[in-house]
């Protein structure tokens, strides 16, 4: 009997295909999360929205307000890090958590290093924008990728640019000669074992989710259909009017995101979606997703 | 013969690729009217909270208990266990919505969390004299078999992890993530 083990790590993120991963910063969010069907909750202290508008350093949040959620739901809970930032990954661990997000959303400790996470027990999800960042954060030992999209904008357009940019890529590895492959991995930065892995596969050898800007059902299935594997939803339900209803609605259009008639069914009477915020009135220092290369 | 596979969330394009492999048609169940075509159903690995809303929402609960009262094969692995369990401990506080079609009692989360998950070798007679590799993930237990419904594997210490009672098997665990097929196999000759 072994614990923690590869397939142990990379196997609760095959659990959680399909579904929904919601931002909470309450044991009473939590709850109302696992009613609506989320299969995980982020546990954190201020969702990407707020993060943005307050500014300032953003730490992994409290270890009292992660146990009070832990105590809150029976579903896995998820909890981040900063990048680098090994000593709070360590204390998310000794918390139980049972994903650490080792996230943009939050300022970077480090800015040469991610965390080596095959040190941990704990497995760990990472961002990316494109398959040489993906296969760097695996090869740190990652066992989940999220395509990083623009958290706290509840705009969907990076998180498009994002997987349409990782699938791209790896259908480029796909067309190509074996015999290209080892200057293909020098380009991407990335070991050449995972790229030939890829291309074998046809995608990432870790499950992959989207993240980054989704605030409808729609945007939830836009995804979903663009081939991630499941989303994160950051802001997008506990900035909208009607968070109970708008969470549930988007875990429906997850499951049956193929399904317009469904998706068109569950979007009605949803209430104020959360405000949106275009990209380009961003100013770039405060784009999140340049954090971690 | 075709096989249906759960598939509101969680892993159930695992289980239909090791059922391709074996040559079996498959088809992806989400809506009752799928349902139809189909000659046996599994219920994969996920959320069970998720998975029993979705079921509640789209109105499959009573569709597929009616298709297991005339003696269509049911096979749960981890949350699909939970879902075909009579009894469920560790559930949440207000109950979750089920299928409750086996005389087990499953206990949600009996090993307790992600850093607790684990791989053990256990011996399945029934599916041949190697045990079978077995992965465990926030996984259910079965903490007690009633009527006619038997044991097929125990860990060492003798927790039950695998049951069968006639046309309906249950497994605390994911063969589905092994590749070992052998349980695949066993569930086709029910």
New interface residues.
């Given amino acids: 009997m072994e614990t923690s083990t590869w397939k142990t790590k990379a196997g609760l993120a095959q659990m959680l295909k399909g579904g929904v991963i919601m931002d909470v910063v309450t044991p009473e969010q939590a709850r109302i999360a696992e009613e609506a069907g989320a299969v995980a909750v982020m546990a954190l202290e201020r969702v990407p929205a707020d993060i943005r508008k307050h500014g300032g350093v953003a730490r992994m949040s409290d270890p009292e307000m992660i146990l009070g959620i832990i105590e809150a739901v029976t579903i896995p809970v998820m909890a981040k890090a900063r990048i680098g930032h090994f000593v709070e990954a360590q204390v998310l661990e000794a918390l139980g958590v049972d994903y650490i997000d080792e996230s943009e959303v939050l300022t970077p400790a480090d800015e040469d290093n991610h965390i080596n996470k095959h040190k941990f027990k704990v497995p760990f999800v990472c961002g990316c924008r494109n398959l040489g960042e993906a296969l760097r954060r695996i090869s740190e030992g990652a066992a989940m990728i999220r395509t990083k999209g623009e958290a706290g904008t509840g705009n969907v357009v990076e998180a498009v640019r994002h997987a349409r940019q990782l699938h791209a890529d790896i259908r480029r590895i796909q067309s190509l000669d074996e015999d290209e492959l080892f200057v293909v991995a020098k380009q991407l930065q990335a070991p050449y074992e995972l790229v030939l892995q890829v291309r074998e596969l046809g995608k990432l050898p870790v499950v992959n989710f989207a993240a980054g800007g989704i605030a409808t059902p729609a945007d939830a299935a836009l995804m979903m259909q663009l081939g991630v594997e499941g989303v994160f939803v950051g802001s997008g339900i506990f900035k909208s009017g009607n968070p109970a209803q708008r969470a549930k609605a988007i875990v429906e259009a997850t499951t049956h995101y193929q399904d317009p008639k469904i998706i068109a069914e569950v979007s009605q009477g949803l209430g104020e979606a959360m405000v949106g915020i275009n990209i380009s009135d961003i100013p770039e220092g405060e784009l999140l997703a340049s954090r971690g290369w | 013969m075709t096989v249906g596979v759960l598939?509101?969330?969680?892993?159930?394009?695992?289980h239909e690729q090791l059922l391709r492999r074996l040559g079996q048609d498959v088809v992806q169940v989400?809506l009752p009217q799928q349902l139809s075509g189909i000659d046996r159903l599994i219920i994969p690995?996920?959320?069970s909270?998720?998975i029993g809303?979705?079921m509640v929402?789209y109105n499959l609960l009573e569709p597929i208990r009616e298709r297991a009262r005339q003696e269509m094969p049911i096979w749960g692995t981890?949350?699909g266990m939970i879902l075909l369990a009579k009894e469920i401990t560790?559930?949440?506080p207000a109950g979750q919505p089920a299928l409750a079609l086996m005389d087990i009692t499953a206990r949600?989360?009996a090993f307790g969390?992600?850093?607790?998950?684990?791989?053990?070798d256990v011996p399945v007679a029934e599916v041949g004299v190697e045990p079978f590799p077995a992965?465990?993930?926030?996984a259910p237990l079965i903490e007690k078999v009633r009527g006619d419904t038997r044991v097929l594997g125990t860990?060492?210490d003798g927790r039950i992890v695998a049951a069968r009672q006639g046309r309906l098997l249950a497994t605390a665990f994911?063969p589905e993530?092994?590749g070992d097929d052998r349980l695949h196999r066993y569930f086709l000759d029910m």
């Fill in positions: 598939a509101l969330q969680g892993a159930f394009i695992e989400r690995g996920g959320e909270t998720t809303k979705l929402a981890c949350a560790e559930g949440r949600r989360n969390r992600q850093l607790d998950s684990f791989e053990a992965v465990f993930i926030r860990l060492t994911h993530l092994s």
